[in-house]
């Protein structure tokens, strides 16, 4: 059984950065693509950030694209998204998650995982 946690959320100011890790076990991430989600009070949840499998191909969506880069290391069996250039709209509850289908892409589709970690909040205030 695959278990996903999320790690690096908290308060940071307008302009900060922060590095967000996802760290799983039960299965090694070698084989699976896995990908970073975001939802903010009521809004629908949103795919921010991707990584791809067997190349580790990465995609980003515009709101995140230019501040933020995707990476994973597959000994330590982590994935990590760092974030610059933070602003209140970047305030939510970021997850991560991985598409159980071996050498898959990533999609910022969360239909297509099936895994999910339980959330670390991220807040951009002064």
């Known amino acids: 059984q695959v278990q996903l946690v999320e790690s690096g959320g908290g308060l940071v100011q307008p302009g900060g950065s922060l590095t967000l890790s996802c760290a799983g076990s039960?299965?090694?991430?070698?084989?699976?693509?896995i990908g970073w989600f975001r939802q903010a009070p009521g809004k629908e949840r949103e795919g921010v950030a991707c990584?791809?499998?067997?190349?580790?191909?990465?995609y980003y969506s515009d709101s995140v694209k230019g501040r933020s880069t995707i990476s994973k290391d597959n000994d330590k069996n982590t994935v990590d998204l760092q974030m610059i250039s933070l602003n209140a709209m970047d305030t939510a509850v970021y997850y991560c998650?991985?598409?159980?289908?071996?050498?898959?892409?990533?999609?910022?589709?969360?239909?297509?995982?099936?895994?999910w970690g339980p959330g670390t909040q991220v807040t951009v205030s002064s």
């Open positions: 990584i791809s499998a067997i190349d580790s191909s990465t």
């Open positions: 039960g299965d090694s991430f070698n084989y699976y693509a």
């Open positions: 998650a991985l598409n159980s289908r071996r050498f898959s892409s990533g999609t910022d589709n969360s239909d297509d995982y099936d895994y």
